[in-house]
Each structure stands twice: as C-alpha cells, then as structure tokens.
C-alpha cells in the first residue's frame, strides 16, 4: 500500500489522495489510521464516508485544507432489502479552489451475464 500511494519514482508530489476500497474491513477507524501513517502529517483526512462495506476516504494537503468547502455526502443502496449494504455506493463532493469535486465508489452486481443488473444498479445510483 506505501508504494501505491507514494511511488518512489514519482516526479511530483500529490495534492490530494481518493480512497475507495470495497468490501473493506469493518473498522473504518483503523483503515484510516493507516492510510494517515503512509501519508504522513503533511495530509489530513478531509473526509470519510461509509456504506455498509464500502468506503471512501480523501485526504488532502494540510496546507489546503483551507481552499475547500463543507463537504457533502450521500449513500444509496442497490439491493432490494437496504439493510444489506453490500452493493450500492457512496458519493462525497465539495468545491476546491472553485471546482466542483465529485467522488462515488459503487459496487454492482456481481456474476457473468448480469449486464442488466449492472445497469439497473448504475441508473439507480444516479438517479
């Protein structure tokens, strides 16, 4: 994970830092102290959102913090029974110097010939 984020043969430094992992481990609070650790103290957590067992978590420059707006945050869930949170997604924007930033991470339907359902799920989440 160290090598993922911070490549040694990186040319430039990164201003901001998009997690999305699913069917991550249950303790949000310990993925984001690790991922903190690899970043070090010059990034902060902007914000963490959680759906079931998805997750989303932006860190950015500490140095920036300043230039972005509150964040927003939603969640929707795909299944029939909600609450199984196994597929769905979870979305979190806010604006950084005057653009408007939008991150969703999904999870679909999972299986071989289950396009439609994918579909299904995909028009769901942006309705």
């Not at 999870?107 to 309705?127: M, P, Q």
């Given at each position: 994970?160290?090598?993922?984020?911070?490549?040694?043969?990186?040319?430039?430094?990164?201003?901001?830092?998009?997690?999305?992992?699913?069917?991550?481990?249950?303790?949000?609070?310990?993925?984001?102290?690790?991922?903190?650790?690899?970043?070090?103290?010059?990034?902060?957590?902007?914000?963490?959102?959680?759906?079931?067992?998805?997750?989303?978590?932006?860190?950015?420059?500490?140095?920036?913090?300043?230039?972005?707006?509150?964040?927003?945050?939603?969640?929707?869930?795909?299944?029939?029974?909600?609450?199984?949170?196994?597929?769905?997604?979870?979305?979190?924007?806010?604006?950084?110097?005057?653009?408007?930033?939008?991150f969703i991470n999904s999870?679909?339907?999972?299986?071989?010939?289950?396009?439609?359902?994918?579909?299904?799920?995909?028009?769901?989440?942006?309705?």
């Open positions: 994970l160290d090598d993922l984020l911070l490549p040694s043969d990186a040319d430039f430094a990164q201003d901001m830092y998009v997690i999305g992992v699913q069917e991550g481990c249950a303790e949000r609070d310990q993925w984001e102290i690790r991922l903190q650790e690899i970043l070090g103290p010059h990034f902060v957590l902007l914000y963490s959102a959680a759906h079931g067992v998805l997750f989303l978590a932006i860190f950015i420059r500490r140095d920036l913090i300043w230039f972005c707006s509150e964040v927003e945050f939603a969640t929707v869930t795909t299944r029939i029974i909600s609450q199984i949170k196994t597929k769905g997604a979870v979305g979190v924007c806010f604006i950084f110097f005057g653009t408007s930033f939008l999870h679909f339907t999972s299986g071989n010939g289950k396009v439609y359902e994918r579909i299904l799920d995909y028009n769901k989440i942006i309705e």
